[in-house]
C-alpha cells in the first residue's frame, strides 16, 4: 500500500498547484475527522489528499480515471471506492456509504468554499473566520458558485450534523493546516 509521501508525489504529477492545494486541504480535514471519529488518519487523508486526482488533467472522466491510476499503482479497493463515491450523482453512482466515504463527500466542496472566504477576508486567513460568515456566503450562490450548497447540505445530513456544526469542523481543521494552505494570518 502506498504511504501518504507517495501519494503526494502522484497528486503532483497529474496537478498543478491549485488543486495540489485543495487536495492537502481535504487532507487535512479527513484526518481532523479521522482522529475525531477514532479512524485511521493515515488512511483517511490519503483519501482526501488523491480524491480529485484526475480532475486537471481528465475532467470529463473525473473520479474513473483515478480509479485506473489508483489500480496501476497499488491502492486499495477500500480507497478506491471512497474517492469513487465523492463524485455521487455528479459523475459516478458509487453512494457514499462508510463513515470515511461520506466524510468525504461532506467536506470536498466546503473546504473550497471555507477557502474562498478566508481569502476575501482582510486577513486572507481561516485563523479568524467564523461560522456566521461561511453561512453568509453559502447563501450567496453566486460567490464561490463552484463550490455545490446541495452536496454541502446533503453532506451534512449524511454525516447526521447541522450544517453549522458541518461548518465549525472544517473551519477548525482547516486551521490546523492554514500555513500549508496559505491561510494563516498575515
Known amino acids: 500500500m502506498p504511504n501518504r509521501e507517495d501519494a503526494f508525489n502522484l497528486l503532483k504529477e497529474y496537478n498543478g498547484e491549485a488543486l495540489v492545494t485543495h487536495g492537502l486541504a481535504v ?4 484526518r481532523y475527522f479521522a482522529r475525531k471519529a477514532g479512524e485511521d488518519e493515515e488512511k483517511w487523508g490519503i483519501v482526501g489528499l488523491l480524491h480529485d486526482l484526475d480532475y486537471e488533467q481528465f475532467p470529463d472522466e473525473h473520479c474513473h480515471k483515478t480509479q485506473e491510476i489508483m489500480q496501476k499503482h497499488g491502492y486499495s479497493e477500500e480507497i478506491i471506492r471512497a474517492i469513487m463515491s465523492h463524485g455521487w450523482r455528479i459523475c459516478t453512482e458509487i453512494e457514499p456509504l462508510t463513515k470515511m ?8 466542496e466546503l473546504t473550497g468554499l471555507i477557502t474562498a472566504c478566508a481569502l476575501v477576508r482582510p486577513s486572507c486567513s481561516v485563523m479568524d473566520l467564523e461560522v456566521k460568515s461561511v453561512k453568509k456566503k453559502f447563501k450567496q450562490p ?3 458558485a463552484g463550490a455545490s450548497r446541495e452536496v454541502i447540505s446533503k453532506g451534512a445530513l449524511m454525516l447526521d450534523v447541522s450544517l453549522d456544526t458541518l461548518i465549525e469542523d472544517v473551519i477548525m481543521a482547516m486551521r490546523e493546516i492554514a500555513p500549508s494552505l496559505g491561510l494563516e494570518m498575515h
Open 27 to 30: 487532507e487535512g480535514t479527513m
Open 101 to 108: 466515504e461520506k466524510t468525504l463527500y461532506a467536506v470536498d
Open 142 to 144: 453566486s460567490f464561490a
